[in-house]
C-alpha cells in the first residue's frame, strides 16, 4: 500500500507577524515547527504502514527551510520525501496550494491513501484536504477519528462530527483528514534521527510537477487579503479598598450601571 501524508512547516509562535506591504505571514527569523495536526497525520500513516504493509512518502510545499519538517517526519517513520519548493508558488492560497500538491502527489504516482491534519495553525480553513481530493477526482473523509480496517480496496473509519460518531466504509484511492482522537505521536527514536540526517529529500520545482502555472502561486488565487490588523482590547479596571459590605455595595452599583443586575 502506498501512503501519501500532506504536511506543513508552521511559526511556533501565536505572536504572528504580518509583512503590511504583502499581508502575508513573515516566516524569515521565525522558530518554525511541523503544524501540529500533521503530526497526528504523520503518526497515522506510519501505523497504517506498520498494520497493513507499504511505504510512506512525506510531501510539502513550501521555502527551503520547511525540508526541516520533511527531515522531521522521516525521523518519526516516513520513508522518504518531497520539498515542492519555487517562487512561482509563493503567495498561494488553499485552492492555489492544493492544486500544487495535488499535482507533485500525481508525480509521486500510484497511491491509496492520503493523509493530511484536520486544519494548519497558520490558517485554520481545514480546506485543503478536500481540495487536494478534488483535484484528484478521489473520495475524502474528514476528521477521521480511527481506522479500523483496510481490506480488499475498502477503508472502514470512524468520523468524528459535532454531537456524534459516524461510520464510514469508502473505496480506495482516498484521502482522510485526521483529529487529534485518531493516536499519539510517537518520538522519534535515535535510529530514525540518523536515517533522517542522513535522506535524500526530493526538491521539486515548477517544471518538474507539470502542472498548470497559470494556477500556481498569487495569479492562481482567488482569494485576496485586502487588509490585515491587530484587535487592540482596552480594559479598564477600578480599585475599591475597604471592608466586605462596602465592597458587595460598591459591586452591586457597579454590576446595576451595566445592567447585570
Not at 18 to 41: H, L
Not at 148 to 172: A, F, P, Q
Not at 188 to 198: F, H
Request: proline residues 4%; aromatic residues 6%.
Amino acid at each position: 500500500m502506498n501512503i501519501v501524508v500532506c504536511i506543513k512547516q508552521v511559526p511556533d509562535t501565536f505572536e504572528v507577524k504580518i509583512d503590511p506591504e504583502t499581508k502575508r505571514i513573515v516566516r524569515e527569523g521565525v522558530e518554525s515547527i511541523i503544524n501540529p495536526y500533521d503530526n497526528y497525520a504523520i503518526e497515522e500513516a506510519v501505523r497504517l504502514k506498520e498494520r497493513f504493509g507499504g511505504v510512506v512518502t512525506a510531501i510539502s510545499m513550501g521555502p527551503p527551510q520547511a525540508e526541516k519538517a520533511l527531515r522531521d517526519a522521516i525521523a518519526m517513520g516516513v520513508d522518504g520525501a518531497v520539498l515542492l519548493c519555487d517562487m512561482k508558488f509563493a503567495g498561494s492560497d488553499t485552492l492555489a496550494t492544493s492544486y500544487v500538491l495535488s499535482c507533485g502527489i500525481k508525480k509521486i504516482g500510484n497511491f491509496d491513501i492520503i493523509v493530511c491534519g484536520r486544519e494548519t495553525l497558520d490558517g485554520s480553513t481545514g480546506q485543503v484536504g478536500p481540495e487536494i481530493a478534488y483535484h484528484l477526482n478521489i473520495p475524502y473523509v474528514t476528521y477521521v477519528s480511527k481506522i479500523h480496517n483496510i481490506s480488499n480496496g475498502i477503508i472502514e473509519c470512524t468520523r468524528l462530527l459535532e454531537d456524534h460518531y459516524e461510520e464510514l466504509k469508502v473505496r480506495l484511492p482516498v484521502l482522510i483528514t485526521v483529529v487529534k482522537e485518531i493516536n499519539q505521536p510517537r518520538i522519534p527514536s535515535l535510529k530514525g534521527m540518523m536515517k533522517a540526517k542522513k535522506a535524500q529529500i526530493n526538491i521539486w520545482k515548477s517544471d518538474d510537477i507539470e502542472g498548470d502555472t497559470s494556477y500556481y502561486g498569487q495569479d492562481g488565487s482567488p482569494t485576496r487579503v485586502v487588509d490585515v490588523w491587530t484587535e487592540h482590547m482596552k480594559k479598564e479596571g477600578k480599585k475599591v479598598a475597604g471592608e466586605t459590605e462596602h465592597l458587595v455595595e460598591v459591586l452591586v452599583d457597579e454590576l446595576k450601571k451595566v445592567g447585570v443586575v
